[in-house]
């Protein structure tokens, strides 16, 4: 792990490092409208300390990408044939000049490699100062800004510059310009008395058959409650035995201060998969996260996710990554705070091991349009990294429909940034990465979509050639002119696949409760997929690593892999949303999987997908 180095007093430092450097002329790097929402309140205190990241530019980024798809796509003759994390680390290299540059420039400032803590790849520059130094090396000022619905503060600006000779070496410098605001994507959370589920459904109630591909049927009782027998009888998973020993591993991130109970885990346990009973999950702390257990500190987003991940692949070992450091934060502390978003610090840690779970299930996310183009591209480009390593990494794809799911019109976002304050739908970043699997969600059996399902079009990542057929099949069954100005058709399309999302029956604080939102879906398709890395890992078979590529061949070649959604829309924004249609779609993706089918092709020989 990179070790953090304490900014000293830079009036120290200055006397011996004044350069002239620092006064040469700069260049506006990042400007935005004031964000809405947001108002804008003192100045920030000049002693108030911030981490500020600097991104360098790497070079060679196409070629990694160039790597990925090869390795992931399953007609390439170097499917799987991931890259190691050295190869990686020298693919998103930056240029020494720049590095070089850039030290000089902060050096100027009285600011040496002591105080600074650097990425393994050098790509990322950390170093902590105090707001009038970041206000004079950016040429800006520093405010409070305060949310105008929860009261909130952060301290921000809506413009940086840096010097001009180092436009081409600097991509992009935070916590400036973010206004962005990371969510937990649980819509529905009610405490449901333990006999609801039996007296709802008869014990003797006929199972309900399933027109999926595989004929199988599932208990009556899973259209009023989920649990772990329920998905691994829709998703056609029952009796696969995964390895404990083969390497197989499964990892669940938490963030905004979710913690993970282990005691509700065996009462989930008890009540679901007595057979995983007193076994339990490893936890890692990063940048000051916590898991506090006790038994009221519960999270009901992350004993969802733990509880459904680690349950449907149980014995594979879990890991749960407790990630601290998040915006909002209360200005007047005056000790030293990253207030980015915090995905970039879990990717950080994670980037720098060796051991990484080969599938992994996040349910946060922010509204797109309020995440810096340049930050996303980043960040994205870090997803693309673990990809490139053989990881598969899951997001749900958003709460709200076409919308960002405000109700209270005073906080919704379905207007365009841009200051032009046009109305538009609100894909969900990260889902909207183009390497990263997007999950939306269904509900009931026979499964249609879920109202809250996210879904739609990326307005900053073009449409990746993996989803090209399956999407433009999409476009061209929308009546002409339809939701005109409100999407970009030509944007990355998410959801890519999808999963129960509702009803699911968790413990937490030592009560059963029905929980919702794919929040929900997202771990249970990471379950899915890591019983397939399970399959391939015990036949010597890499992982499966970065998916959508195999997922729109699969969805091509032979579709019954994946239980087609056709029923049920995604309202947003004032708007019924899209439908969920034959093929894939913008509520559901690609569809549900079929454990059983998709089992039996990715454990043959994935050249031979072709003749299929
Ligand atoms: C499941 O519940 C939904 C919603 O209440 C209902 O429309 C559907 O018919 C039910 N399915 C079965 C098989 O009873
Ligand atoms: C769990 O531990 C308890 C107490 O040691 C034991 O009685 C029980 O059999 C264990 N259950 C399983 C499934 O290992
Ligand atoms: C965990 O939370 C409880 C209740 O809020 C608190 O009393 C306790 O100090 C916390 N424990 C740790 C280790 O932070
Ligand atoms: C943008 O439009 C919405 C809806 O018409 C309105 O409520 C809001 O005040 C407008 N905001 C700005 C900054 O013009
Ligand atoms: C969804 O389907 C309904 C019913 O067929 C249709 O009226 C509507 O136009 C469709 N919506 C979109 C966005 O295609």
């Known amino acids: 792990m990179r070790s953090l180095s304490v900014w000293v007093p830079v009036a120290l430092a200055a006397v011996v490092f004044a350069v002239p450097a620092k006064d040469c002329a700069h260049k506006v790097k990042e400007s935005v409208p004031p964000p809405r929402g947001w108002t804008k309140s003192a100045p ?20 990694l990408e160039k790597h990925l798809y090869e390795v992931s796509d399953p007609f390439h003759d170097r499917y799987g044939q991931h890259l190691s994390k050295e190869e990686v680390e020298s693919l998103v290299a930056p240029e020494a000049e720049s590095i070089h540059l850039v030290n000089e ?10 105080h600074l803590s650097r990425s393994p790849a050098k790509d990322w520059v950390t170093v902590k100062v105090p707001v ?52 937990s994507l649980k819509t529905s959370f009610r405490i449901n008395d333990a006999q ?45 035995k995964p390895s404990a020993k083969n390497g197989n591993q499964i990892g669940i991130t938490g963030y905004l201060e979710q913690f993970a109970n282990k005691e509700d885990l065996q009462l989930f346990y008890a009540d679901q998969r007595p057979d995983a009973l007193n076994s339990s999950f490893k936890t890692i702390l990063i940048n000051g996260g916590l898991n506090n257990q006790t038994l009221s500190e519960a999270g009901a987003e992350a004993n969802l996710d733990t509880q459904f991940a680690y349950g449907l692949t149980f014995p594979t070992p879990g890991t749960f990554f407790s990630t601290g450091g998040r915006p909002p934060f209360k200005p007047d502390v005056l000790t030293p705070t990253n207030t980015n978003e915090p995905y970039l610090d879990w990717l950080d840690f994670v980037l720098a091991q060796k051991d990484i779970p080969q599938t992994i299930s996040t349910s946060y996310a922010d509204d797109e349009q309020t995440v810096p183009e340049s930050f996303a591209k980043r960040v994205c480009n870090g997803f693309a990294q673990l990809g490139a390593r053989g990881v598969s990494l899951m997001f749900s794809s958003g709460d709200g429909g076409v919308g960002d799911g405000e109700e209270d019109p005073a906080l ?12 538009r739908f609100v894909p969900l970043f990260p889902p909207a990465c183009p390497f990263v699997t997007a999950v939306g969600g269904t509900i009931h059996v026979p499964e249609t979509a879920v109202f809250f399902s996210g879904g739609g079009f990326s307005d900053v990542f073009p449409r990746p050639a993996y989803q090209e057929l399956a999407v433009t099949k999409f476009l061209d069954t929308l009546a002409p002119g339809t939701y005109k100005g409100l999407f970009n058709p030509n944007g990355r399309a998410i959801p890519d696949v999808a999963a129960q ?10 009560r059963p409760v029905s929980i919702g939102g794919t929040s929900a879906a997202a771990p249970t398709f990471s379950g899915i997929v890591s019983l397939l ?6 036949k010597g078979l890499p992982p499966l690593g970065f998916l959508n590529p195999l997922i729109y061949a699969i969805h091509a070649l032979e579709p019954t892999a994946f239980n087609d959604i056709t029923v049920g829309n995604n309202p947003g924004c004032g708007t019924p949303g899209f439908n969920a249609t ?30 299929l």
Not at 44 to 60: C, F
Not at 414 to 420: A, E, K, L, Y
């Open 44 to 63: 920030a205190p000049a002693d108030h300390v911030i981490e500020l990241r600097i991104a360098l530019p790497q070079p060679k980024f196409s070629e």
């Open 105 to 114: 420039w902060l050096a100027s400032h009285g600011l040496i490699e002591d």
């Open 132 to 183: 009038s130094l970041a206000e004079e090396m950016l040429k800006t000022e520093y405010h409070v800004w305060t949310h105008d619905a929860t009261g909130d503060a952060v301290v921000r600006t809506t413009a940086y510059s840096i010097p001009e000779h180092l436009d081409s070496h600097v991509e992009l410098i935070q916590p400036t310009t973010m206004f962005s605001r990371m969510k």
């Open 196 to 240: 609801e589920k039996t007296a709802l459904v008869p014990a003797d109630a006929p199972p309900i058959s399933v027109p999926s591909a595989s004929g199988g049927h599932v208990d009556a009782s899973c259209n009023q409650t989920i649990t772990i027998t329920c998905l691994l009888e829709l998703y056609n998973a029952v009796g696969f």
């Open 412 to 423: 919704q976002q379905c207007f365009t940034n841009d200051g032009r304050n046009a109305t």
């Open 501 to 510: 999302a509702d009803l699911f029956r968790i413990f937490l604080s030592g």
């Open 533 to 538: 890395n399970s399959a391939r890992l015990s």
């Open 582 to 611: 034959k093929g894939w779609d913008p509520v559901t993706g690609v569809g549900t999987p079929n454990f059983g089918k998709l089992k039996d092709i990715v454990t043959l020989d994935l050249l031979h997908i072709a003749g």
